[in-house]
Antibody, heavy 123, light 108 residues
Framework: DVQVVESGGGLVQVGGSLRLSCAAS????????MSWVRQAPGKGLEWVST????????YYADSVKGRFTLSRDNSKNTLFLQMHSLRAEDTAIYYC????????????????WGKGTTVTVSS | EIVMTQSPASLSVSPGERATLSCRAS??????LAWYQQKPGQAPRLLIS???TRATGIPDRFSGGGSGTEFTLTISSLQSEDFAVYYC??????????FGGGTKVEIK
C-alpha cells in the first residue's frame, strides 16, 4: 500500500529546533510533490509547506516562512521538515502528505496522509 | 489569500438521512476544490477533488458539486462510519493552500 510515516515529533522549548521526517513507500517518491499540513489541538487544518518532486520548488505558509525549511532525499524516499525558532503556536500534529497537483507546478490536493507526529512547544 | 468558510459548523443527522455541507470561497476558485473527512484521532482522508471527482475507494453516497465560490458536499444516506469532521480546501490560487474551518457531522 502507498503510505507515508512521520517521525521526529516531541517536546521542545520556545525558540528551539526540531526536525521531522517522513518516510514514503510503495510509490515513485521522486515523481511526486510532498506537503506538510498541521493541526493545532482542537483546531482545523493548516497547510505548512510543499516541495516539488525534484526539490527545486518549495512553498511555505507565511506563518512559518524563514523559520521552517522543507527538503527531501529522493535516494532514501524521505521528506524532512527542519523547524527553527519554534513558537507556542507551532504546537500541533504535523501530517506528511503526498501532493497531487492539478497540473505541473500548480496547486493541488493531498491524496495520501500519514498518521501524524506531535510537536509540542513549551515555554 | 483565499478564505474558505464552511457552514454549518456542526450538523446533527440521523443515520440513513441525507446531509448537505456547504463551503464558500472568498473569490472564485473555479472547480479547484477538495473535500476531506477526518475521524477522531485519525488523519484526514481525501474524499473529493476537482469539486466533484471522488477519490479511489470513496462510496458513491458522497457527492460534491458547485463551482466558483459555492460548493456542497452531500452524503446521501448517512452511515455510522460517516460521522466525522469534513473540511474543504481550495487549490486554485496558491500558495497558500487554504482550508475551511470544518463541519462536524454528529449523530442525532
Amino acid at each position: 500500500d502507498v503510505q507515508v510515516v512521520e517521525s521526529g515529533g516531541g517536546l521542545v522549548q520556545v525558540g528551539g529546533s526540531l526536525r521531522l521526517s517522513c518516510a514514503a513507500s510503495d510509490f515513485s517518491f521522486s515523481n511526486y510533490a510532498m506537503s506538510w499540513v498541521r493541526q493545532a489541538p482542537g483546531k482545523g487544518l493548516e497547510w505548512v509547506s510543499t516541495i516539488s518532486g525534484s526539490g527545486t520548488y518549495r512553498y511555505y505558509a507565511d506563518s512559518v516562512k524563514g523559520r521552517f525549511t522543507l527538503s527531501r532525499d529522493n535516494s532514501k524516499n524521505t521528506l524532512f521538515l527542519q523547524m527553527h525558532s519554534l513558537r507556542a503556536e507551532d504546537t500541533a500534529i504535523y501530517y506528511c502528505a503526498k501532493f497531487s497537483p492539478k497540473s505541473y507546478e500548480e496547486g493541488g490536493w493531498m491524496d495520501v496522509w500519514g498518521k501524524g507526529t506531535t510537536v509540542t512547544v513549551s515555554s | 489569500e483565499i478564505v474558505m468558510t464552511q457552514s454549518p459548523a456542526s450538523l446533527s443527522v440521523s443515520p440513513g438521512e441525507r446531509a448537505t455541507l456547504s463551503c464558500r470561497a472568498s473569490q472564485s476558485v473555479s472547480t479547484d476544490l477538495a473535500w476531506y473527512q477526518q475521524k477522531p484521532g485519525q488523519a484526514p482522508r481525501l474524499l473529493i477533488s476537482g469539486a466533484s471527482t471522488r477519490a479511489t475507494g470513496i462510496p458513491d453516497r458522497f457527492s460534491g458539486g458547485g463551482s466558483g465560490t459555492e460548493f456542497t458536499l452531500t452524503i446521501s444516506s448517512l452511515q455510522s462510519e460517516d460521522f466525522a469532521v469534513y473540511y474543504c480546501q481550495q487549490y486554485n490560487n496558491w500558495p497558500p493552500l487554504t482550508f475551511g474551518g470544518g463541519t462536524k457531522v454528529e449523530i442525532k
